[in-house]
């Protein structure tokens, strides 16, 4: 009696166990975290040294981010009920929308800070209304402009 209380009681600790990680899952069965599907989704470019000419790409890709949902801020589209229901919603979905504009392979080594800084200034400068759908509809936001003249 004893031996089957010691399986029942492993067999109820595997489970438990097996039910814990299966919390940090995602729902749809794939068996990666939130943040494993996020590494994926976001573009990650190689590590670049940042230099006072020069930006490694993630590190521009995340001034980019903050300056978009500054701008939706300032156009007070974030906060329940708007565009964006939180702020790191925005950052959220800014990223990912960025993903398919801006192409890590074509910025293998870095991002020329003066034109990050010219497009930086162009989505701030945005007019409000409809929502910034594509960085690449501004000249200064394009790959080739950011990574071409450093």
């Known amino acids: 009696m004893k031996m089957t209380d010691t399986v029942a009681s492993r067999l109820a600790l595997s489970l438990v166990l ?6 940090d899952r995602v729902p749809n069965g794939d068996g990666k975290t939130e943040q ?3 590494r994926e989704r976001v573009p990650i470019a190689r590590e670049a040294i940042s230099t006072p000419t020069a930006m490694a790409f993630n590190d521009a890709i995340n001034t980019l981010v903050d300056a978009r949902c500054g701008q939706e801020q300032r156009c007070n589209n974030i ?4 565009r964006y229901g939180s702020g790191s919603a ?5 990223r990912a ?3 398919d504009d801006l192409v890590p392979a074509e910025c293998p080594d870095a991002v020329d800070r003066r034109a ?9 400068d945005e007019a409000c ?18 990574c071409g003249a450093h």
């Open 116 to 124: 990050l800084a010219a497009c930086v200034k162009e989505v701030g």
């Open 90 to 94: 925005c950052q959220q979905q800014v």
């Open 79 to 82: 906060g329940d009920g708007k």
């Open 36 to 38: 494993e599907l996020e």
């Open 129 to 146: 209304g409809p929502p910034l759908d594509r960085l690449a509809r501004l000249a200064n936001c394009r790959t080739v402009a950011l």
């Open 18 to 23: 097996a039910l814990a990680g299966a919390c």
């Open 97 to 99: 929308g960025f993903s």
